[in-house]
């Protein structure tokens, strides 16, 4: 278990905590997913104006990259999302990132993330794909929980197919981050 310390992660008073997830099977390889996820490049080349910055060596013990205890801040119009990750399980193929105090979704007023877990597991009947779960939480005002589950499927989506197009470019031997 991780040594580095979880930001607090109540809901202020008015607030819920909405938690969005979703499993989906992907035609590729569990590795060959896992390590398109642990490439900081899958997330750090977004589309303009949007961006993923990493804070090079304030992971435990100076780690950089996607080690626990580095830095991390998903930033552009509407959305500014600064974390640490807190946990990252090679073996199980499981990372856990935990957003501060402050970050927002839309509006510090509307969304506030707390967590963003990403799990990748081994397809029993075929070795040649997997299942990646995607868990979101946050803090929202109620009134807007339809809504924001609806981005969430429209956001994720998309996610899914790059990883299972990705993943088959890993697992092919030529490399995950051309276009395409």
């Known amino acids: 278990m991780s040594d580095v310390p979880i930001p607090a992660t109540d809901p202020p008073p008015g607030w819920t905590r909405h938690a969005f997830e979703r499993t989906k099977p992907v035609k590729a390889p569990a590795h060959a997913v896992w390590q398109w996820l642990q490439a900081p490049e899958t997330f750090t080349r977004q589309v303009w104006p949007y961006w993923v910055e990493f804070v090079e060596g304030s992971g435990t013990d100076?780690?950089?990259?996607?080690s626990e205890g580095v830095l991390n801040v998903h930033h552009g119009p509407l959305i500014h999302a600064a974390g640490v990750l807190t946990r990252i399980d090679e073996d199980a193929r499981l990372r856990?990132?935990?957003?501060?105090?402050?970050s927002y979704m839309i509006s510090m007023k509307l969304i506030?993330?707390?967590?963003?877990?990403?799990a990748?597991?081994?397809?029993?009947?075929?070795?040649?794909?997997c299942h990646l779960t995607v868990r979101v939480e946050c803090d929202i005002r109620p009134w807007i929980d339809g809504i924001w589950t609806n981005l969430q499927r429209f956001f994720w989506w998309s996610f899914f197919?790059?990883?299972?197009?990705?993943?088959?470019?890993i697992a092919a031997g030529r490399g995950s981050h051309r276009r395409g």
């Open 62 to 66: 100076g780690a950089s990259g996607f």
């Open 96 to 102: 856990d990132l935990h957003y501060f105090y402050g």
């Open 112 to 118: 506030r993330p707390a967590l963003l877990r990403f």
């Open 120 to 129: 990748v597991a081994e397809d029993e009947q075929n070795s040649d794909a």
């Open 161 to 169: 197919s790059d990883a299972a197009r990705k993943g088959r470019r």
